[in-house]
């Protein structure tokens, strides 16, 4: 009796969900800058350079655990929040404007992280949903251990990413005089605590609380008769 006591108590408190997080850490600045040369935008101050000083960090959190031993598996549509910084931009799920297009990752048995065999994150910086290849779009690049960004460069072509994000820009335009791209900036991965939310602790109704009491009684009665 006590022990189901004890477990309707447990199953009543709380539940919790976990989820994993990874960090994406810069080892090292970008190795070329190929900055705009002729800004033909308005405005003006969308043309703005990367620095040598510059690099990719970021962090990526899923609503749950890592699948095991994955190989460059799409994981776009599970990611509950991010954030990415190339030095000139933040493109982050806070912010309405930006689009997850893609992110492949493998992991180990263990489901921690190894790779990521390719993420794409679009900030939009001009225009209005839905966009057109009017539109200017900044975005951060990761493959492997290296990464790309650009900024306030033309879009080829708009539709639908890898992961499910709607109203995106696919890829840019070949020739832009007004974009700026940094390359080859080293990164590493690093799995974080995983969260943990705590539910809402539900209440007893009325009835519940009813038979909450029965059963304490029976449990007290029965209590007696053996000491009897």
Known sequence: MRQILLGTVLALAAGTS??????INSTGNYASL??????TTTPAS?????????????????AGN????????EIGSTVTSYSFSSG????????????LNTLRISTDASGNITNVNLMQAVLWMTGTAPHTTADRFAAVIVSGANSTSTHNSGCQNTGTGSSGATDTCLTSTVTDTSRSTANNAPVSYAMAAAAVTASPIPTVSEWGLILMASLLGMFGIARLRRQR
């Open 66 to 73: 890592l699948p095991a031993s994955a190989s460059n598996l």
């Open 18 to 23: 976990f989820g994993a997080t990874v960090n």
């Open 34 to 39: 190929q900055n705009y040369t002729n800004c």
């Open 46 to 62: 969308l043309c703005a350079n990367y620095l040598t000083t510059n690099n990719v960090t970021g962090t990526f959190t899923t």
């Open 88 to 99: 000139l931009d933040t493109v982050a799920s806070t912010d309405p404007n930006a689009r």
